[in-house]
């Protein structure tokens, strides 16, 4: 399959799905978790940070640091590849009705809803919210430039914690059921900007193709999804989308 193809089958398809990975938003200047332990955090361990047993050891310290990323993500703008996700949303909506398009993101950083897409199913949570520890609510974080955590639960008062999943922990399941319902129904799936090597997420192109869904990745780099796929385009999520948007539009 070359790009002229799967553009063809982009541009026809009537369900279409998507899957973005830290490659997307990298393009804002947002850098991935291992990258923004820099610093004083370069000492620590992913596992010293983003683990409940390390919430429950030093809350402050796993506080201090995701406040730290809140700021950096809402410094950030929404780039060309956000945008492009959010006009091929609009358009798969307007030619084929609700369903026709899902967004499925493993990023937390709430920048797909910032360029305009509806709200996409965030397997790894999102770090624009606190949850409280006692009764599940869910509200966003004060403005980042006034923010002292920990944030107070506005309906029972408790200590909120940062509203992502860690190491060691599920899933949301109803999040991740709707995810795998997306890849089953997809004519095509794009997999954008992700390493496909973390779990389950990674395994959610293989439900698209055994079902005899398209399967379109892209990343700069070689995956181990890069075999399997239908059709892999070695870009960044700007120059690939841009390209498969380009090549599928119908001439004027």
């Not at 850098?31 to 050891?57: N, V």
């Not at 990323?69 to 703008?77: I, L």
């Not at 430039?145 to 940062?162: L, W, Y």
């Amino acid at each position: 399959m070359n790009l002229s193809e799967a553009a063809s089958l982009l541009h026809s398809a009537r369900r279409v799905v998507v899957m973005t990975g830290a490659g997307v938003s990298a393009e804002s200047g947002i850098p991935t978790f291992r990258d923004a332990q820099t610093g004083h955090w370069a000492r620590f361990k992913p596992e010293d940070l983003a683990s409940p047993e390390a919430y429950w050891r030093d809350p402050e310290m796993v506080w201090d640091w995701y406040a730290g990323r809140y700021r950096d993500v809402m410094a950030a703008t929404p780039n060309r590849g956000h945008t492009l996700l959010a006009e091929l949303e609009r358009r798969k909506l307007a030619e084929h009705g609700e369903g026709a398009f899902t967004l499925v993101t493993q990023n937390v950083d709430g920048l797909h809803l910032r360029a305009g897409s509806r709200p996409p199913l965030e397997l790894h949570g999102n770090l624009t919210h606190g949850r409280c520890e006692t009764c599940e609510h869910l509200q966003p974080l004060p403005k980042a430039d006034s923010f002292t955590p920990p944030p107070t639960c506005e309906v029972c008062g408790g200590r909120m914690r940062p509203n992502v999943v860690w190491f060691g922990e599920m899933l949301p399941e109803d999040v991740l059921e709707d995810a795998q319902f997306a890849f089953e129904r997809a004519e095509v799936a794009l997999v954008i900007g992700t390493s496909s090597q973390v779990y389950p997420a990674a395994a959610l192109a293989d439900v698209a193709l055994h079902r005899g869904g398209t399967v379109i990745e892209i990343n700069p780099d070689t995956t181990p999804l890069t075999r399997r796929a239908s059709f892999s385009l070695r870009a960044t999520a700007i120059e690939g989308l841009a390209a498969l948007m380009a090549e599928s539009s119908e001439p004027e």
